[in-house]
């Protein structure tokens, strides 16, 4: 029989198979975290050539009978990244993959990162896979990197607790020139522990000079109304005296003071918090310097509760919440696997893989860690389709189809010659 129409045969076959994957490849050019596929062939050796094993020098004699696909694998290598406008999206640069499923058992893997939060605040994939990774955190509100894994929840309504205020700091300067009685005022903002905020004031009134040092009696308050009394005067904290040396530094108190307010109206509980005089390194805060009395800053560390306002995803994947009082929380860590066989993992559709036995089993970490890739935020990866490699392939593939299906019509002219024979 001959043989020549089915070498032809397996050739178009094999062609036509590597078409598809060009064409797949190029089809997705503009497909968020493709990995483009690549095809190898391989003989096909079926018999000896006419009964004979080997000639007269002992040489193997064999006939082919074509080829087939041996090989359609991935090509893993880094696409570029691309900026995009969306904070949730992520693209990995280096090694890794992100993971998404419905539970910590149920999962796949991909390198599209174009996440988002869905209507009820979990963060999901374009088909509706959640994502997932770690967010429990310990006692020192750090996330915890190991365990199963999360899905990721962020609800838009998510709230920064208050902090009630522990200390509060005034840089002002009391103008040593000013007359016996002149009175001076310092406002600064404190909250409680429902994160309400309270205006505290320090009246400070010049006393002159006593025992040679520079003399100001202070009075420090918060609205009668905002305690839960609100008689008059229930909102004085406490009453002292400054001294300034002759330098105008400040000698006395030589250590900060503390308040303590009452029970406030809206039911928060008496704050106590320090009235910092002097910084961390004991340098006076406050001034009794020949000019005009003034107050150049404020500190406190309360503040109120906050809304969620936005989120930032880091190099790490740490997803920081940023919220409308100013603090910055983190929230949940992305999860990323690697495979010793990437090349092994099988492709679902819908930018998913699934790992096999071939890839090995899952090693689930954080980026950054264990040869893992980093992560850029606000970003995408592009396809690793290398267009003009995709053409030239395609013209190579074209012409070995053309070939193989020369040799058929040659087979055929010689079968339809040795039909006319016997006529």
């Known amino acids: 029989m001959n043989t020549s129409f089915y070498s032809g045969l397996s050739g178009l076959s094999a062609y036509a198979s590597a078409l598809n994957i060009v064409g797949n490849n190029l089809a997705n050019i503009n497909t968020a975290g493709f990995k483009a596929s690549d095809v190898t062939f391989e003989d096909l050796v079926t018999r000896t050539f006419g009964g004979v094993a080997t000639n007269g020098a002992g040489n193997p004699m064999q006939v082919g009978l074509g080829t087939l696909p041996n090989s359609i694998s991935g090509i893993f290598s880094q696409g570029s990244i691309m900026s995009t406008a969306d904070a949730t999206n992520v693209a990995l640069e280096g090694n890794g993959f992100f993971v998404v499923g419905n539970t910590a058992e149920d999962r796949f893997y991909t390198r599209a990162g174009n996440f988002f939060f869905n209507d009820e605040g979990y963060l999901v994939n374009p088909g509706g896979k959640y994502v997932l990774g770690y967010t429990t955190k310990d006692a020192n509100n750090n996330i915890i990197t190991s365990g199963p894994l ?52 320090i ?29 008059a005067g229930s909102g004085v904290l406490g009453t002292g005296t400054l001294q300034f040396d002759g330098t105008g530094t400040l000698i006395t108190p030589a250590a900060n003071v503390a308040f303590t307010t009452p029970v406030f109206a809206n039911g928060a509980d008496a704050l106590t918090f320090d009235w910092e005089l002097y910084d961390d390194n004991g340098v006076p805060i406050i001034t009794g310097y020949p000019i005009p009395s003034t107050t150049s800053a404020t500190n406190t560390d309360g503040y109120p509760p906050g809304n969620l306002s936005s989120v930032i995803i880091d190099s790490d994947g740490i997803i920081v919440g940023v919220f409308s009082n100013g603090q910055v929380e983190e929230m949940a860590q992305l999860a990323i696997a690697q495979f010793n066989n990437p090349k092994g993992l099988m492709r679902l559709g819908g930018n998913l893989f699934a790992e096999t036995n071939a890839s090995g089993n899952s090693a689930i970490g954080v980026a950054n860690s264990g ?13 690793n389709v290398d267009m003009a490699a995709e053409f030239t392939k395609m013209l190579v593939f074209q012409r070995g189809y053309q070939a193989n299906s020369k040799t058929i019509t040659a087979a055929d002219t010689l079968t339809q010659t040795a039909l006319t024979m016997v006529r």
Do not use: M
């Open 203 to 231: 009246t400070f009134t010049h006393n002159g000079l006593v025992g040679g040092n520079d003399q100001w009696t202070y009075s420090a308050a918060i609205p009668d109304a905002d305690t839960a009394s609100g008689a």
């Open 371 to 383: 040869g893992r890739g980093s992560i850029v935020g606000s970003s995408l990866e592009a396809s």
């Open 150 to 201: 999360q899905q990721i929840f962020l609800p838009s309504n998510t709230i920064s607790d208050p902090q009630a205020t522990t200390f509060c700091q005034i840089f002002s300067n009391l103008d040593v020139r000013s007359d016996v009685g002149t009175t001076y005022s310092a406002s600064a903002t404190i909250y409680d522990s429902k994160g309400a905020p309270h205006t505290l004031t």
